[in-house]
T-cell receptor, first 117, second 115 residues
Framework: AQKITQTQPGMFVQEKEAVTLDCTYD???????LFWYKQPSSGEMIFLIYQGSYDEQNATEGRYSLNFQKARKSANLVISASQLGDSAMYFC??????????????FGSGTRLQVQP | NAGVTQTPKFRVLKTGQSMTLLCAQD?????MYWYRQDPGMGLRLIHY???????AKGEVPDGYNVSRLKKQNFLLGLESAAPSQTSVYFCASSYGLAAITDTQYFGPGTRLTVL
């Protein structure tokens, strides 16, 4: 079964510092995708960054980067220069090939990040 | 370009009442999804659609029905609401071009309480 594990229920970081949110996954698929979403207190789910299992380089999007270690099955999100607006819940998610018949993303339970001034 | 919108944002129902949640997207996406989010459980797929006129069951379809009469709209219906359906409902859409890279974009959510 596919599973996403986020072991940090809550994290604190000082404004302007970098923070790493952990995500480990379990899958038997050869190809898969890994996503990070941000959910602020207002409730919407905002797509941040994507990494494909065959991508050799770590994905980056502005202040977000994904530290992908395939052998360890980890896909940690790194936020550089944290801002107060980064305070939110962060979800790691995984996609599967459609040949499996599965269309849903598998989500982790999330990490609540609080940025302190 | 509004992205994915959901109507209503909040709703309170009594057990046994029915309602329809509306999702609309203006990104010309083929695929649309309905998820529910419960505390500590992440998001779980209820139903999805791979194109106009098609629907399919997800992980937790019982008690829900869906329809996709127009490409841009995806409706989620509760025929007889139960307290176990108290949740936050998210609609999402995607291009559906390639499986593992297919990014899903979410709406703002609907918070439903069933008394």
């Amino acid at each position: 079964a596919q599973k996403i594990t986020q072991t940090q229920p809550g994290m604190f970081v000082q404004e302007k510092e970098a923070v790493t949110l952990d995500c480990t996954y379990d899958t038997s698929d050869q190809s898969y995708g890994l996503f990070w979403y941000k959910q602020p207190s207002s409730g919407e789910m905002i797509f941040l960054i994507y990494q494909g299992s065959y991508d050799e380089q770590n994905a980056t999007e502005g202040r977000y980067s994904l530290n992908f270690q395939k052998a360890r099955k980890s896909a940690n999100l790194v936020i550089s220069a944290s801002q107060l607006g980064d305070s939110a819940m962060y979800f790691c998610a995984m996609s599967r090939p459609w040949s499996t018949g599965r269309r849903a993303l598998t989500f982790g339970s999330g990490t609540r990040l609080q940025v302190q001034p | 370009n509004a992205g994915v919108t959901q109507t209503p944002k909040f709703r309170v129902l009594k057990t046994g009442q029915s309602m329809t949640l509306l999702c609309a997207q203006d990104m010309n996406h083929e695929y649309m999804y309905w998820y529910r989010q419960d505390p500590g459980m992440g998001l779980r797929l209820i139903h999805y659609s791979v194109g106009e006129g098609t629907t399919a069951k997800g992980e937790v379809p019982d008690g829900y029905n869906v329809s996709r009469l127009k490409k841009q709209n995806f409706l989620l219906g509760l025929e007889s609401a139960a307290p176990s359906q108290t949740s936050v409902y998210f609609c999402a859409s995607s291009y559906g071009l390639a499986a593992i890279t297919d990014t899903q974009y979410f709406g703002p959510g609907t918070r439903l309480t069933v008394l």
